[in-house]
C-alpha cells in the first residue's frame, strides 16, 4: 500500500509531479491558451465584481492560502485577506455580498473552515472551496469549487496536498488575471507554458534527495530552527518549518526574512541552522544580506537557491539549487527540499513520521 517507500509520507512527497499533473488535467489547456474550471467559468462575474477574496483555512491549508494572496494580488490585482478560519468565525468578520470567500482543506472536514464557511453564506458572501477528498462536508457546503485532485493522503504532514493546493490557486489567479485584463496576451502565454513544465522540475528536486538526506544527518540533533523567506516563499517558510515540527518535534520557527532584525536574530548563534529561501528573483539582494548578517553570528545556513547562483554559494554552509522558473511558482520547488529535510530528520530520530504524537489528519473538533 507504500508502494515500496517506508511511509506514506514518503510516496506522497513523490507523488507530487504526478499529483500536480492531476490537478492539471483538463483544466490547463496550453495549446488552446485557455484555463478551464467550470466551478470558476460559471461564476466569473462573482469573482471579477469581488471587493476583495477571503481565504479561510487552518495549518497548511492556510500556509497554501498565504502563497494564494500573492498570486491574486499579483496577477488579478483583487484584494485578499487570508484568515485563520478559528479566528475569523469568532470575531465578528466584516463580510458583504461583495465579498468571495474561498476555503481550502485538504480533508473537508475541518471543523473551524467549515464553521467559517457556514458563517460567511449568512452574511452572504459567495463561498468557493478548493479541497482535496471528494464529497466532503466543506465541499458539499460550498457554493461551488474546485478539488485539487492530489489522490488520498494519509500521512498526517500535508505535502501534496499543499502543493496541489497552490497548483490550483495559480491556474485560479492565472485564469481571473487574463479575464479581468490585467494580464496581456502574452504574459498569460508565457505563464502558461512555464506552468506545463513544474511537474518536471519538481522531478528534479526529488532526484535530489540523498543531498538533502546528507544535511538532514547533520542537522538532526538541533534544538531549533529557523525558516526564511520572503514575498512568495515567505509562507513556503512557515510551512517548512510547520513541518519540522509535527514530525520530528524540533522546535521551528518561519519568518520573513527582513523580519529577522526585529526580534529572531538574538537567537542566531553557532548552533542555530537556519534554512533560507534565496531565489534569484525573490528580491534575491535583499535576502543576500540577512544571509550575510546571519554568518557574521556564525550561524549555518542551509540556502535555497536557483540553478547558476555564485552569491550565495560562497557564504552559505549548504546550497540546493531548484531549476530556474518565474518567481511565483518557485513555492512549488522550495517545498520539495523542506518536505524532505523533515522527513529524513524525522526518520533519523526515530519518530513516527506518518502518525506524529497529538495529531490528527483531520481536526474535527474545534
Ligand atoms: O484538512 P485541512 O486541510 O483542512 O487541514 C488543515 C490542517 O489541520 C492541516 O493542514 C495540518 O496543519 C497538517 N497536519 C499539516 O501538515
Redo the contacts with the bound molecule.
Keep these: 500500500e507504500k508502494g515500496g517507500y517506508d511511509h506514506f509520507m514518503l510516496k506522497e512527497i513523490y507523488e507530487q509531479p504526478h499529483a500536480i499533473t492531476d490537478t492539471f488535467r483538463g483544466r490547463l489547456l496550453v495549446n488552446e491558451g485557455i484555463i478551464r474550471m467550470a466551478g470558476i467559468d460559471d461564476h466569473i462575474e462573482k469573482f471579477q465584481n469581488a471587493n476583495r477574496i477571503i481565504v479561510v483555512?487552518?495549518?497548511?491549508?492556510?500556509h497554501a492560502g498565504l502563497v494564494g494572496e500573492y498570486l491574486f494580488e499579483d496577477l488579478a490585482r483583487i484584494p485578499v485577506e487570508v484568515e485563520y478560519a478559528s479566528e475569523f468565525r469568532y470575531r465578528n468578520p466584516i463580510i458583504t455580498e461583495k465579498d468571495v470567500v474561498i476555503a481550502?482543506?485538504?480533508?473537508?472536514?475541518?471543523a473551524d473552515?467549515l464553521a467559517a464557511i457556514k458563517l460567511a453564506k449568512e452574511k452572504g458572501a459567495f463561498v468557493f472551496g478548493v479541497c482535496n477528498v471528494v464529497g466532503s462536508s466543506i465541499a458539499r457546503e460550498t457554493h461551488a469549487g474546485a478539488y485539487t485532485h492530489a489522490g488520498p493522503e494519509i500521512g498526517?504532514?500535508?505535502t501534496k496536498?499543499f502543493t496541489t493546493q497552490i497548483t490550483l490557486l495559480s491556474l485560479i489567479a492565472l485564469k481571473l488575471g487574463k479575464a479581468n485584463g490585467n494580464l496581456s496576451h502574452g504574459q498569460y502565454h508565457a505563464y502558461l507554458n512555464e506552468m506545463e513544465l513544474i511537474p518536471r522540475k519538481v522531478e528534479v528536486l526529488l532526484s535530489m534527495n540523498e543531498l538533502v538526506q546528507h544535511v538532514a544527518s547533520i542537522y538532526k540533533d538541533v534544538p531549533n530552527c529557523l525558516y526564511l523567506g520572503r514575498g512568495y516563499n515567505f509562507p513556503v517558510a512557515l510551512e517548512g518549518a510547520?513541518?519540522l515540527k509535527?514530525i520530528s518535534y524540533i522546535h521551528a520557527e518561519g519568518y520573513p526574512a527582513a523580519e529577522m532584525k526585529h526580534g529572531p536574530i538574538a537567537l542566531i548563534d553557532e548552533n542555530m541552522p537556519v534554512i533560507v529561501i534565496a531565489t534569484s528573483k525573490g528580491h534575491y539582494e535583499k535576502v543576500v544580506s540577512n544571509i550575510q548578517e546571519i554568518k557574521s553570528r556564525k550561524g549555518k545556513i542551509i540556502a535555497i537557491v536557483t540553478e547558476g547562483d555564485t552569491q550565495v554559494k560562497e557564504i552559505a554552509d549548504h546550497v540546493i539549487e531548484i531549476p530556474e522558473t518565474d518567481e511565483l511558482f518557485t513555492p512549488l520547488l522550495t517545498t520539495i527540499p523542506l518536505q524532505l529535510l523533515s522527513y529524513h530528520i524525522a526518520v533519523m530520530l526515530g519518530k513516527n513520521v506518518d502518525q506524529p504524537r497529538n495529531?490528527a489528519?483531520?481536526?474535527t473538533v474545534e
Design positions: 483555512a487552518c495549518g497548511t491549508s492556510w481550502i482543506s485538504q480533508s473537508g472536514e475541518t473552515t498526517v504532514a500535508s496536498a510547520l513541518k509535527e495529531l489528519k483531520s481536526v
